[in-house]
């Protein structure tokens, strides 16, 4: 197979298509993300989750319903609107390295980032401000000897200091309680951003599981989850480099479209199928000249219809009867706007077709059979941990050690090199088959 | 609970959040291009005494006329009047509006059985009814010819739509069935917001949120303390004036005057010696003064404080009845929201480059106000209302921007595709104007052409400033170019219309407007002295 470039649709082409067409990769970053939470959502049979993804510098969100990934086609770039097919994600800007900064009496965390360099303060490479790292380093919540599996030294004494100040700024009566709420207030900033990709969008965020990955993902995903009423949370097998497993999961994807604005009672159910049927073949035609075989080849359809006089469309599934278009279209109208108008007249502004080729998938490798009592060596003692009622010896595990069907109760962490997942109080992880923790609240 | 930062900081984030997102909901779901394509639109939030909680920074000249909106209402509809999923529409610039196509909606949010807060939203139509296409008459002396007036009435009552007046309203505009789905957009935005604060209300308890929503007015009252600490004024004041064109209806300049000054923590803006009330439309109700006033000291303080009515309290505004900015009924004013606004800024500004070298000289000065309808080939009527952009002035540090919007408009540009798609009109051209910045150290911003073709017989009605006196410079710097409005007839020849006119285009005739550029900031010269 020759190397393949990932589309901000979250499909992969050939290079020569990518260079053609280059506009299609702008958001290829965000994809891969999303396409991990896919690849996870498929493994465990969830048909409805949130992906979250948090970096350095930033978080990003995207939402899977029925089991697909979110497109949308109203995308803008440094204020260019960009109407190509792309993951419908919000990106905000908090994640690690955020700066908390105290301005006109309020507590502010980012979208002032120190990166990765200098960093936290923590770091010992020149940062001079709190950021969320350090606060959860005051918190007792990251191992210094073993971040990034021990290759990156951390300093708490460092964190301590930063956050020292600040505590003192804001007469706090501890550091820890400041520590917290910067933590508050970046968890905040990052539930809005799922409720933009959620309840904004009409979906009950409470029958939705949260995946969370990135380094600092499964350090929040419990206490976030908790925001948004959600009674799940999955953390991947290896959360730090989530991202680029997603992307290896792609598969090849050509998007195309007519475009025709005609109100939707004047255009024939032959009409349609002819316009489709000239995309399709060209979609085929690509996937072809890609080296597939045409019988490989998936095709879907959707349409983006408005109501007459509106300026945004929605897009909706399509079926071949212009009847059951209409209704999905009031479906879709009422899912994004609380209501919907079945007597006003429509008009459809677009076919589109994506034409896919499935590409074969890795394997992860299945973890040994246990029970629900993990094995000794999984335990790597207890550490003093600073959670919501005060200092508390929490037990620690290492990830590597952990065995399929193994129960972990909150407040638990489990510590891997490429990321730390805490498990609150009053949640149990259960240790999957293929590595993946499925996080739910105790009954 | 008791009230901690980490919560307020939290709870600044929601309600800033709430507002935005009753923005959003406006937007997608409306229906004519001034809202969905120009966001001619601003969301606010209110506790139940009418206090500023939040607003969604949309457009400014709605950032003072929010709330006396409130005020009115509030008159006319005691508390204990209200009902839950209630919506009070109104328009009437004596009670509580701007001009007749700004139309507030404004429904009361209760926590279990009590009326707690209100959210607001108020969007500019394209049309209202009145003598043009628009409602933006080029020259009218009574309001009753600028469109339907609204004084504030239930448009539903306890969520059901009362058929009557909703009758009544769409049976005196041109386009019913845009108003009908724009009204019901900001019906959408308004219960999104409400259904928003139910829920912070519950998550953090009513009284709670409000002590909250309390400390952040008084934090935004301290931030503004703080910027009014740094002016030096001195004790008779800094004052400024300057001029409109005209009225429309005589050829005579209009004086505007400001002076500024402080007397303890209060900041006192006097518009003494500001001209009587005009026959024609440039008449700006107080709403629109306070709007403009807001405006520049909301742009002076740090971006990161809350808009909310803390930030305000400690600003007096003194107007005298009967003059420009406080009108009598039924005096005509559908011109002072969008021109006598700007001109407004540009006296503050100008009273404040006194004492603050940063503030810039003047930008375009007027919004260039444009309004087209008549019928297409079809028989169907239309209306495209529009403003367009020009240079902004030059300052200390930087160069003025071309071709955008200034001051108290912040819309964009309708997109000629979206246009041209909508009207029967087409644009022959639009670009920026060449030479039109005032050169200086740092020059101001170009102004823009656009020159747009009627393909059928239309009524075009004009409201734009800048056509006699120019945009002043600053210290030293030159004025910006005066702006031009033209009409190309069909064999070619140009005729030059005046700033404020009502005209009888034929199909093929082209309106070509030429828009403001920037005044210049600093002498020229200084810097082949310093080279």
Known sequence: MPPLILLSSGGVTQI???????????????????????????????????????????????????????????????????????????????????????????????????????????????????????????????????????????????????????????????????????????????????????????????????????????????SLADRLSMKQVLIPPYPGVWSAFGLLTADIRHDLSLSVLKPLNEISEEELENGFTSIVEQGIQLCVDDGFLKEDVQIFRTLDIRLLGQSYELNTPFYGKIGEISRAFDRVHKQAYGYSSPDEPREIVNLRVAAMVPLPKFGLQSLPEGEREPVLEARSGKRRVFLTDGWQDVDIFQKSFLEANN??????????????TLIDENWVAEVKADGHLLVSRCS | MKLDIITLSVIQKALENIAEEMGIVL??????????????????????????????????????????????????????ELNPEDIIILNSPYQGGTHLPDVTFLMPVFIGDELSFFVNNRAHHADIGGSTPGSMPGISSELFEEGLIIP?????????????????????????????????????????????????????????????????????????????????????????????????????????????????????????????QQTGNVNAPRSVVYSCVYYVFRSLTDPTIMTNAGLFRNIEIEIPKGSLL????????????????????DVLLGALSRVLPEIPAASQGTMNNVSIGGFDSGGNPFTYYETIGGGTGGSMNYRGVSGIHSHMTNTLNTPIEALELVYPLRITRYSFRDDSSGSGLNQGGQGLIREIECLVDAVVSLQTERRKLAPYGLNGGEDGMKGVNIRRKIDGKEIILPGRAIVNFKAGETLIIKTPGGGGWGKLNDIREAT
């Open chain 1, 16 to 222: 020569k298509n990518a260079a053609e067409r280059s506009v299609e990769t702008i958001f290829s970053g965000l994809a891969g993300g999303v396409l991990g939470g896919l690849y996870s959502c498929n493994k465990l049979q969830i048909r409805n989750a949130l992906t979250l993804d948090i970096g350095g510098t930033s978080t990003d969100v995207a939402s899977i319903v029925n089991g697909k990934i979110e497109i949308s086609t109203e995308n803008e770039i440094a204020g260019h609107p960009m109407h190509l097919p792309t993951v419908a994600v919000q990106t905000v800007g908090a994640g690690g390295g955020s700066i908390a900064r105290y301005d006109h009496g309020i507590l502010l965390v980012g979208p002032e980032s120190a990166g990765a360099d200098p960093g936290p303060a923590c770091y010992s490479n020149g940062g001079t401000k709190s950021t969320v790292t350090d606060a959860n380093l005051v918190r007792g919540l990251l191992n210094p000897d073993y971040f990034c599996g021990g290759v990156v030294k951390i300093y708490p004494k460092l964190a301590q200091n930063v956050i020292s100040t600040l505590a003192d700024d804001l007469s706090f009566s501890s550091i820890e309680n400041c520590a917290t709420g910067i933590i508050e207030i970046f968890e905040n900033n990052v539930a809005l951003a799922l409720r933009k990709v959620s309840t904004e969008r009409g979906y009950d965020s409470r029958n939705f599981t949260l995946i969370t990955f990135g380094g600092a993902g499964p350090l929040h995903g419990c």
């Open chain 2, 326 to 345: 406080d009108p009598c009924p039924p005096a005509a004013v559908s011109s002072g929201n969008v021109e006598t606004s700007q001109r407004l800024v």
């Open chain 2, 27 to 80: 937007r997608r779901a409306s229906f004519s291009p001034n809202c969905k394509e120009r966001l001619d639109f601003s969301c606010a939030i209110f506790n139940r005494n009418a206090d500023l909680l939040a607003q969604a920074e949309h457009i400014p000249v709605h950032l003072g006329a929010m709330f006396s909106s409130m005020e009115t209402i509030l008159q006319e509809f005691p508390t204990e």
């Open chain 2, 152 to 276: 504030p009435v239930r448009l539903y009552d306890r969520g059901r739509e009362v058929k009557d007046v909703m009758k009544l309203i769409l049976s005196n505009v041109r386009v019913q069935k845009e108003r009908l789905g724009d009204f019901r957009a900001q019906r959408a935005s308004l219960i999104r917001g409400k259904d928003r604060l139910v829920e912070l209300s519950k998550k953090y308890g009513y009284d709670y949120l409000i002590k909250a929503c309390n400390e952040l007015m008084n934090l935004s009252e301290e931030a503004f303390q703080e910027q009014l600490n740094k002016l030096i004024i001195p004790p008779e004041g800094v004052s400024f004036h300057d001029f409109l064109d005209s009225d429309g209806i005589t050829d005579e300049l209009v004086k505007i005057c400001v002076n500024l000054s402080i007397t303890g923590k209060k900041l006192l803006v006097s518009f003494k010696g500001t001209d009587s």
């Open chain 1, 407 to 420: 129960l972990i109760y909150g407040p638990s962490i489990i510590e891997q090199p490429d990321s730390t």
